[in-house]
């Protein structure tokens, strides 16, 4: 889970985490002006660029998960068969890749209003969702000793970035 997580992160921390950084000083600016146009646009234009980069990244994640964690992490104590633990792991996690880039964007929405609150509150959510589905997909998987059970973790921790989105997006179309 460790290892798969890191290699979900690369894209996130290239990417995501930049497109967050450069839209909340733009977003502060426009709310500032209370220009409601300009702010929805540099929002449409951080939540467009974010599913351009996070679609091919999550899809590309999602395919080459087997061969991309052999190749950096295949070796020595690293056998085959972590290979594939890895990559069953990784490939269930990088579907909410474009949802993790999302949440980075939609997060400096609220707080470019000053609004700290809404996304602790998603976030709070997501956590009991993440807790909620992790029992829910692991303890059958364990119970009846399934090879890879970590994956259900994996799935989880995914559809909860997927169900993060989602509220933040909610949230702020409400307001």
Do not use: C
């Not at 956590?127 to 692991?138: D, G, R, S, Y």
């Amino acid at each position: 889970l460790y290892l798969s997580d890191r290699l979900v992160e690369f894209p996130l921390g290239l990417f995501g985490v930049a497109i967050g950084t450069v839209i909340l000083p733009h977003l502060s600016r426009r709310h500032a002006a209370t220009d409601a146009e300009g702010y929805s646009a540099a929002l449409d234009w951080g939540m467009r660029l974010s599913l351009l980069v996070g679609m091919p990244a999550g899809v590309g994640l999602f395919v080459l998960a087997e061969p991309l964690t052999a190749v950096v992490y295949q070796g020595n104590k690293f056998t085959p068969y972590d290979t594939r633990m890895a990559a069953l792991s990784l490939a269930a996690m990088s579907l909410a890749v474009p949802a993790f880039m999302l949440s980075k964007v939609l997060s400096p929405a609220f707080f470019a209003r000053q609004d700290t609150r809404t996304p602790m509150r998603a976030a709070i959510w997501t956590v009991v969702a993440n807790v909620l589905m992790t029992i829910a997909f692991t303890l059958p998987l364990w119970w009846f000793e399934v090879e890879g059970a970590h994956g259900g973790i994996a799935l989880a921790t995914g559809l909860a970035g997927i169900f993060n989105a989602w509220l933040l997006f909610k949230y702020l179309r409400r307001d």
